[in-house]
């Protein structure tokens, strides 16, 4: 029974790892013009984890203008726990994409590749290790 339920979690994690990576490489298709943005404000919002841990996580909400529009939209995957990481006032040099300027990512933001190999490795290897009868 534990062979199976390590074979299904490995299988949901290389999906999820596909999933991620497809998801990077859309977003670096797609986000190819860059500009730099101002943090307008920086929202913050208490998450639970799965141990029922509470974090508060800061996330910038950045204003850019593009073609004489302007937006205001929060960037994606730039979520931290460290209070002082944004600061309202501070500018960041994003990338988004021309055709729908409020899709838009932090200029050199590497999460969703990394993300991506983590779990794709993650699911390999405990494949690997069940099905050569090395792990539980």
């Keep these: 029974m534990k062979r199976i339920i390590w074979i299904l979690v490995s299988i949901v994690c290389v999906g999820m790892g596909i999933f991620i990576l497809v998801s990077y490489a859309h977003a670096q298709k797609t986000q ?3 500009t ?7 929202d913050s919002e208490v998450e639970t984890d799965s141990d029922g841990d509470n974090t508060r996580m800061y996330y910038p909400v950045v204003e850019y203008t593009v073609n004489g529009k302007s937006y205001e939209e929060r960037i994606p995957d730039s979520g931290t ?12 040099e994003i990338k988004y994409n ?6 838009l990512s932090k200029q050199g933001a590497k999460g969703g590749l990394i993300g991506g190999i983590f779990f794709i490795a993650f699911g390999v290897i405990s494949a690997a290790g069940v099905l050569t009868g090395k792990a539980a």
């Design 81 to 92: 726990s460290n209070s002082t990481t944004y600061k309202e006032g501070q500018t960041v």
């Design 36 to 42: 730099t943005a101002t943090i307008v404000r920086v």
């Design 32 to 34: 190819t013009a860059q």
């Design 98 to 103: 021309p055709d729908k300027p409020e899709e």
